[in-house]
Nanobody, 116 residues
Framework: QVHLVESGGGLVQTGGSLRLSCAASGNIFSINSMGWYRQAPGKQRELVASIASSGTTNYAPSVKGRFTISRDNAKNTVYLEMNSLKPEDTAVYYC??????????WGQGTQVTVSS
């Protein structure tokens, strides 16, 4: 079992910045990747960014160049630095963990609201 705790969401104006954190605990010794997804009202959940155990990162085209995913292995924490935020970035952001054995876990979600 893996437990994910997110923090860092909030309300910010267009052009502002936020940093999300996701701390993982539990059976995290078989990690495959961690990442961030988001879901806006009336829309499907979509991948925002991910980072593999190798360190390889992947970004949605809509956030590339504005968002940066990183991790601190010593703290078992993944971060999402979000800059130049736009109203269309407004969503609930979810942390995701996948293991090499196919297990997947989600955080509880954190709201990000960008005002115009």
């Amino acid at each position: 079992q893996v437990h994910l705790v997110e923090s860092g969401g909030g309300l910010v104006q267009t052009g502002g910045s936020l940093r999300l954190s996701c701390a993982a605990s539990g059976n995290i010794f078989s990690i495959n990747s961690m990442g961030w997804y988001r879901q806006a009202p009336g829309k499907q959940r979509e991948l925002v960014a991910s980072i593999a155990s190798s360190g390889t990162t992947n970004y949605a085209p809509s956030v590339k160049g504005r968002f940066t995913i990183s991790r601190d292995n010593a703290k078992n924490t993944v971060y999402l630095e979000m800059n130049s935020l736009k109203p269309e970035d407004t969503a609930v952001y979810y942390c995701h963990y996948s293991s090499r054995y196919g297990d997947a876990y989600w955080g509880q979600g954190t709201q990000v609201t960008v005002s115009s």
